[in-house]
Every structure is written in structure tokens, then in C-alpha cells.
């Protein structure tokens, strides 16, 4: 059964940091893109990053371009979303997501871990 | 970036009814599109992509059509379980982007 599950979410000051982390099992990880998708309270879907299997390619959305850093470890079949200069608008639930999402679907999610940046 | 419109926002709906969600994309994806289902505090879940391509496990009478900028997921007769917020993803190119999502509700 494909599983990924997130942690690392919590409360942080504005300017703070937080990483991420996923889990994953039930799958051979390492031949699959990953990405990350969050929610703000009461909103819609964003897309944040995206890792390519090897770790060597990453994609990010502009409105956390220069503060997040996708990776991945495949030994450990683990992802990781480290987040900087955190913001009161990156208040969200965080999503990991089996996939690129680019001509390939996200097909299986995590739960989601949030993230609450406010003083 | 690639901006997708969806419509109606929200529908009220009875059980058995048909219901149609469009997705408008901003410029031409092919048929790089998914739709997601998602139900109050839980993960998004995969039902269509590739604009038609049902995903394992989804029932039938969900569906996906269209290619190039306008696209449809419909419903064929509305179940208890359906009533749940779809959003719609164009999967063309980064940023990848989503709809701002249509509440099903019950009528």
C-alpha cells in the first residue's frame, strides 16, 4: 500500500524556520518525482516545489523562490521541504505528493502537516 | 503562468442528480489536466487525468473530457460520498497551478 506521511509542522515566529519531512513506503521512491502543495485556511490548492527523482532538479513557485529548499534523501526515502524566513502568508496545511504533477498526476497525498507562522 | 478558472464555484445538488464542473485554462495544456476531490480535512484525492484517464479505484461515474483550454468533469448521478470540494490542475508546465475549486453541496 503506497503510504507517504508528513511531519515537522508547528508553530513558528514570523522570520523563523521549519523543515519539513515525508515519508514514504509502498513504493520504489526513488523512480518518482515529489512534490509539495499547501492549503491556507479556508483557501485553494498551491502548488509550492517539486524534486526530481534524482534530487538534481527542483522547482519552485516564485512566492517561495530563495526561502524553501526541496530535496530528498532516496537512501531513506524521505522528502524534505526546509523553509526559511517563514512569513504569516505561508500559514498552511502542508502536503507531500507522489509525482511531479507535470504530465504525470499526484496520485497518492499525505495527510498534510501544518504550519502556523505567527508571533 | 498558466491561470485556470473554474465554474461554478459552488452547485447545490440532490442525490442521483447530473452534475458538469468546467476548468478553464489561460492558454492551451493539451490534455495535461487532472481533478482532484477533496472532503473537509483530508488530503486531496486524485480522480481524473490526463483530461479523461480515470484513476484506479474512482468509481465510473466520474469523468473528464475536453483538450487544449476547456475542460469538464461530470458527475453522472450525484452519491452521498460525492458532496466535497473539486479542484481542477493544469499539469502542462511550471508553475503548476489549480483552480480556485467548486464546492458540490447538498440541495
Known amino acids: 500500500e503506497v503510504q507517504v506521511l508528513e511531519s515537522g509542522g508547528g508553530l513558528v515566529q514570523p522570520g523563523g524556520s521549519l523543515r519539513l519531512s515525508c515519508t514514504a513506503s509502498g513504493f520504489t521512491f526513488s523512480i518518482y518525482a515529489m512534490t509539495w502543495v499547501r492549503q491556507a485556511p479556508g483557501k485553494g490548492l498551491e502548488w509550492v516545489s517539486t524534486?526530481?527523482?534524482?534530487?538534481?532538479?527542483?522547482y519552485n513557485a516564485d512566492s517561495v523562490k530563495g526561502r524553501f529548499t526541496i530535496s530528498r534523501d532516496n537512501s531513506k526515502n524521505t522528502l524534505y521541504l526546509q523553509m526559511n524566513s517563514l512569513r504569516a502568508e505561508d500559514t498552511a496545511v502542508y502536503y507531500c505528493a507522489k509525482g511531479s504533477g507535470r504530465q504525470q498526476p499526484l496520485d497518492y497525498w499525505g495527510q498534510g502537516t501544518l504550519v502556523t507562522v505567527s508571533s | 503562468d498558466i491561470q485556470m478558472t473554474q465554474s461554478p464555484s459552488s452547485v447545490s445538488a440532490s442525490v442521483g442528480d447530473r452534475i458538469t464542473i468546467t476548468c478553464r485554462a489561460s492558454q492551451a495544456v493539451s490534455s495535461w489536466l487532472a481533478w482532484y476531490q477533496q472532503k473537509p480535512g483530508k488530503a486531496p484525492n486524485l480522480l481524473i487525468y490526463a483530461a479523461s484517464s480515470l484513476q484506479s479505484g474512482v468509481p465510473s461515474r466520474f469523468s473528464g473530457s475536453g483538450s487544449g483550454t476547456d475542460f469538464t468533469l461530470t458527475i453522472s448521478s450525484l452519491q452521498p460520498e460525492d458532496f466535497a470540494t473539486y479542484y481542477c490542475?493544469?499539469?502542462?508546465?511550471?508553475?503548476?497551478?489549480f483552480g480556485g475549486g467548486t464546492k458540490v453541496e447538498i440541495k
Open positions: 524534486v526530481s527523482t534524482s534530487g538534481g532538479g527542483t
Open positions: 490542475q493544469q499539469a502542462d508546465s511550471f508553475p503548476l497551478t
